[in-house]
């Protein structure tokens, strides 16, 4: 049997272990927070290859994942309706994958606490060292500890996130805090209002413990907005004063950046995007970061996920890459017997999406004026 150590315990690296463990093999997630992960309060937009795996984790229908959508819709700036398209879109949230991926994995085998420190390469194992002294040796060390891995900065310190320009704020509100003639405006829509060198767009989600009924659901809003990397150093620093890496959590914004951001969404935004601003009692931000890795499998480590490539929001798409790593990974290693020929294959249609990926979230951050 063999075996796999998986670094981070977020959504790629249990995507890859629920799926390495359906091909016979013995894995370990270790992931670095001593608590088990909370919902960061984000939409997501879902894909093909989430689905495929939450139907693989049991999941039946849609209202088991998301709330579905049937239209997208764009406003003007006195909330009339520019557009309507019927484009069906099923929509989720982190909290809600997260709780059917882990509880997909046996709980004996995710070890919280677990915060990866360095790493031997041997011929055919590696051996991974853990802060408190913990090692283990595995056939396959798999890098999913997310945008600032550890893992990565071992193998390729050059590779550095670089700022795309802009920031996204957001926020998450339940529809029980909005009054009805707003919630007729969202829902059922994948709505958008685009003004100059901006967007801003809403969708409902499930509640936070995966609800999906009516008067359960929240709204979930993205506001795309420019800004030069002097004013990024004010923004991701928090009330406290400290500076944060790339984006500042739910209730922790300095309160001058969120007074100036809400004085601007007063100006610009319809009515209805008004309405739900106002009614969002804890905003975040977070930088739009780009970040492309040239190699992917280090002899037996390889970087998986947000380690690997940091893909613009835009393309809605970073969950269901690092989903999509997974499954062809499990794929190649399901197909051959060298695993070293199986790792060079992989690395090849990995390398290639990601890419193709990030092109495609860069190209669409232009033409919306980002
Ligand atoms: C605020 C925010 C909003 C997002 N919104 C969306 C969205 O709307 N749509 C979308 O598709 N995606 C979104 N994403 C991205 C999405 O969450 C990730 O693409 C997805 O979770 C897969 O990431 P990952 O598992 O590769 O990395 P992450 O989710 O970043 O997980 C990495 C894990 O590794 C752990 N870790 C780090 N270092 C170590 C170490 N040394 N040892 C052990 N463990 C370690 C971390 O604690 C973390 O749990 C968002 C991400 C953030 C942060």
């Known amino acids: 049997m063999k075996r796999a150590a998986v670094v981070g315990g977020s959504l790629t690296g249990l995507a890859t272990g629920i799926l390495l463990r359906k091909i016979g093999w013995e894995v370990d997630i270790f992931e670095r927070s001593a608590q088990s992960l909370s919902d960061r309060g984000a939409g997501i937009v879902m894909q093909q290859e989430t689905l495929e795996l939450l139907r693989l984790c049991g999941a039946k229908g849609d209202g088991d994942v998301g709330v579905m959508l049937t239209y997208r819709k764009s406003l003007d700036a006195n909330g009339s309706v520019v557009s309507s398209d019927r484009m069906p879109q099923l929509m989720t949230s982190w909290g809600l994958l997260y709780s059917w991926f882990k509880q997909s994995f046996p709980a004996e085998d995710y070890h919280l606490g677990h915060e990866f420190d360095s790493m031997r390469q041997g011929g055919s194992s ?38 795309a320009g802009y920031v996204a704020w957001r926020g998450v509100v339940p529809e029980s805090d909005l009054s009805a003639d707003v919630l007729k405006v969202f829902e059922d829509n994948f709505t958008f209002f685009r003004m100059a060198e901006s967007h801003i767009l809403c969708y409902l989600i499930p509640s936070e413990t995966g609800n999906t009924d009516v008067g359960q659901r929240r709204l979930n809003w993205v506001w795309y907005w420019n800004l030069s990397e002097a004013e990024l150093d004010p923004l991701l620093t928090d009330a406290s004063g400290v500076r944060r890496g790339y984006a500042v959590p739910p209730g922790t914004l300095h309160p001058e950046q969120e007074s100036k951001q809400r004085k601007i969404a007063e100006r610009v935004l319809p009515p209805a995007f008004k309405e739900l601003l106002r009614a969002t009692k804890e905003p975040f931000v977070q ?46 290693l399901a197909g051959r017997q060298e695993l070293s020929e199986s790792l060079d294959h992989w690395q090849r249609s990995e390398l290639n999406r990601g890419q193709r990926l990030m092109s495609y979230g860069q190209g669409l951050g232009r033409s919306q004026g980002r």
């Open 126 to 163: 590696v051996t991974a060292h853990f802060k408190g002294g913990m090692e283990i040796k595995a056939d396959l060390l798999v890098a999913a500890d997310g945008f600032r891995s550890s893992i990565r900065s071992l193998l390729l310190p050059e590779i550095q996130p670089e700022y």
């Open 287 to 332: 930088a739009i970061m780009d970040l492309a890795c040239p190699q992917l499998v280090f002899n037996r480590a390889i970087l998986m996920g947000d380690a690997s490539f940091v893909i613009r929001p835009h393309t809605a798409a970073s969950t269901s890459k690092g989903i999509a790593n997974a499954f062809t990974l499990v794929g190649e």
